[in-house]
């Protein structure tokens, strides 16, 4: 008895440390979810950090109107020249037609602001899927991007020429798996911006196309449009 009794009393024992411990390893955890939470609450950079990423989470869930008419994915691409003209939020997307081709066909405008000025291909820029026959406008900075939407207006001229198919440097005409880069103003989720809450995604300041050629493979700059 007293054998059995001092046996119980071991396994008392065991249980007892075992609960010390389990005990202790709950408080370090506290300690440490606690310390973690107040170095965040105290860094303002951390907080910043957490509210960029919120805002670039709704940007992603929420492409602006001009984008809608195509299957769209995030695109993460390494490339440094797609990373936008500097700092604000930037996403890029890229575009598929509704039918699933990823192989498009870009029409816009050839023009020169001065005879001695670098071409450009200029807006309205309308998709074109050989694939169904559809043809869809992408992108017309009257109507789309920060400028239209505050009611600024545009100047200059653009679409003057007749639409053209966008040349590859390389390979000319041909068909283009597209992407579209947008960038948006640090302080457009802040409180100045009340009037668009829920719009936000159609207020970008820069605009940018480019692609894969598919016969070049090379990633090329389409057109890159200020649109604040
Ligand atoms: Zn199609
Ligand atoms: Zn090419």
Same mark, same amino acid.
């Given at each position: 008895?007293?054998?059995?009794?001092?046996?119980?009393?071991? &396994?008392?024992?065991?249980?007892?440390?075992?609960?010390?411990?389990?005990?202790?390893?709950?408080?370090?955890?506290?300690?440490?979810?606690? @310390?973690?939470?107040?170095?965040? @609450?105290?860094?303002?950079?951390?907080?910043?950090?957490?509210?960029?990423?919120?805002?670039?989470?709704?940007?992603?869930? &929420?492409?602006?109107?001009?984008?809608?008419?195509?299957?769209?994915?995030?695109?993460?691409?390494?490339?440094?020249?797609?990373?936008?003209?500097?700092?604000?939020?930037?996403?890029?997307?890229?575009?598929?037609?509704?039918?699933?081709?990823?192989?498009?066909?870009?029409?816009? &405008?050839?023009?020169?602001?001065?005879?001695?000025?670098?071409?450009?291909?200029?807006?309205?820029?309308?998709?074109?899927?050989?694939?169904?026959?559809?043809?869809?406008?992408?992108?017309?900075?009257?109507?789309?991007?920060?400028?239209?939407?505050?009611?600024?207006? @545009?100047?200059?001229?653009?679409?003057?020429?007749?639409?053209?198919?966008?040349?590859?440097?390389?390979?000319?005409?041909?068909?283009?798996?597209?992407?579209?880069?947008?960038?948006?103003?640090?302080?457009?989720?802040?409180?100045? $911006?009340?009037?668009?809450?829920?719009?936000?995604?159609?207020?970008?300041?820069?605009?940018?196309? $480019?692609?894969?050629?598919?016969?070049?493979?090379?990633?090329?700059?389409?057109?890159?449009?200020?649109?604040?």
């Amino acid at each position: 008895m007293e054998a059995r009794s001092i046996r119980c009393g071991g &396994h008392g024992g065991l249980v007892d440390m075992l609960k010390k411990v389990v005990t202790l390893l709950a408080l370090a955890v506290l300690l440490i979810v606690g @310390l973690v939470l107040v170095a965040k @609450l105290r860094d303002p950079r951390g907080r910043e950090m957490d509210r960029t990423s919120e805002y670039l989470d709704y940007l992603w869930k &929420h492409p602006p109107r001009c984008i809608c008419g195509f299957n769209l994915e995030p695109a993460h691409l390494e490339d440094e020249r797609f990373n936008g003209h500097g700092d604000g939020l930037y996403t890029a997307f890229a575009l598929r037609c509704l039918c699933g081709n990823t192989q498009l066909h870009v029409l816009g &405008h050839y023009w020169r602001d001065a005879p001695s000025d670098p071409l450009i291909f200029g807006e309205p820029i309308v998709v074109q899927c050989k694939s169904c026959g559809k043809t869809v406008t992408l992108f017309d900075r009257s109507k789309d991007g920060y400028d239209a939407e505050i009611g600024y207006g @545009l100047s200059g001229a653009n679409g003057e020429n007749p639409a053209e198919e966008f040349k590859c440097d390389t390979c000319g005409p041909c068909a283009i798996e597209l992407f579209v880069g947008l960038e948006y103003h640090d302080d457009l989720f802040g409180g100045e $911006f009340g009037d668009f809450r829920g719009r936000e995604q159609d207020l970008f300041s820069w605009f940018t196309l $480019f692609g894969r050629c598919s016969k070049c493979l090379r990633f090329i700059i389409i057109g890159e449009f200020e649109c604040a």
